[in-house]
């Protein structure tokens, strides 16, 4: 039963967008300064994150946040530098901008980046007679990585955990330069992670864990980190995202029966309507009909 449950987890655990989706719906009503950038607005909603673009390849944004003053901002993480960073940022920007006046909207589209400590403070302005790309940056270097991870074990000893704390211990893996720093510090966030008293709390800082080290991590932290995680609310989550979208792969024939299958699970579970349309891809009519169905058998 147990190499079972460690499959599941495997299934999921190479799907970002499980922990990513997870992370930033418990970001909604954090401010962005908690990322060390300087903005104070607030997020508000999570946004669809592919740019599917005409005779391009799919892009995928790290962030797309809603901000309370209605504007957003694409959030990407990055452990290297490169001027042609500058090129795919502003192919974001596009693809955003798209995707909204196809709706006749026009919001203010802000890019940000959060560096690794690998990269020391650069120009973050990518000038052209036509245009500019304005990127607003968030540094790692320099940070104080001992310090940051004294005063969270202080906070978690004391039962004293804020959002700025909990985001600390999030990022604290990034702080730190090289290979192997970074996979002992992703080891040791973990750690202190499970002992966070409020579940909630262990579960957002471990899901920001896994979403912001997923450029860095080896494959030897990571399977550490998939039999850690077993026991924690976030692999419980692992392991049923990967058991829906697992069984939702199954041979053509199959699938039709399968969907309407778990559609009744989830309806069982008192699972939202939109999770359930998500996860097993029937249709709101199918949804509707399947509802009927059962509470005529209740």
Not at 16 to 45: A, C, P, R
Not at 121 to 147: N, P, W, Y
Not at 196 to 218: H, M, Q, Y
Request: aromatic letters at 8%; hydrophobic letters at 35%; a negative charge.
């Amino acid at each position: 039963m147990e190499k079972q449950e460690n499959k599941d987890i495997s299934i999921a655990y190479q799907n970002k967008d499980i922990v990513s989706k997870y992370f930033g719906d418990k970001l909604k009503g954090k401010k962005l300064s908690l990322f060390g950038l300087t903005s104070e607005l607030k997020v508000v909603d999570i946004l669809p994150t592919n740019l599917p673009l005409v005779k391009a390849n799919e892009l995928r944004i790290d962030n797309l946040f809603e901000l309370e003053d209605g504007s957003l901002v694409i959030l990407d993480y990055e452990s290297t530098y490169k001027k042609s960073d500058f090129i795919k940022y502003g192919s974001y920007i596009l693809g955003v901008s798209e995707r909204y006046l196809k709706e006749n909207k026009e919001p203010d589209i802000h890019m940000m980046v959060l560096y690794t400590a690998d990269i020391e403070k650069q120009d973050m302005v990518f000038h052209k007679s036509s245009c500019d790309i304005r990127v607003e940056a968030s540094f790692l270097v320099g940070t104080d990585s001992e310090k940051w991870k004294n005063e969270v074990r202080e906070c978690i000893k004391n039962q004293e955990f804020t959002d700025e704390m909990a985001m600390r211990l999030v990022l604290l893996p990034l702080t730190y330069k090289g290979e192997e720093e970074k996979q002992t510090a992703i080891r040791e966030s973990v750690e202190l992670a499970r002992q966070i008293p409020d579940k909630d709390i262990e579960s957002f800082v471990l899901s920001g864990i896994l979403a912001f080290t997923d450029k860095v991590i080896n494959e030897k932290t990571r399977n550490h980190i998939k039999e850690v995680l077993s026991m924690t609310q976030v692999g419980k989550m692992l392991k049923d995202e990967g058991r829906i979208e697992g069984r939702i792969e199954g041979r053509t024939e199959e699938r039709i029966e399968l969907r309407n299958e778990l559609a009744k699970e989830m309806l069982a579970d008192g699972k939202p309507d939109e999770e359930i349309l998500k996860y097993s891809k029937i249709s709101k009519e199918r949804l509707a009909a399947l509802k009927k169905e059962l509470f005529q058998k209740a």
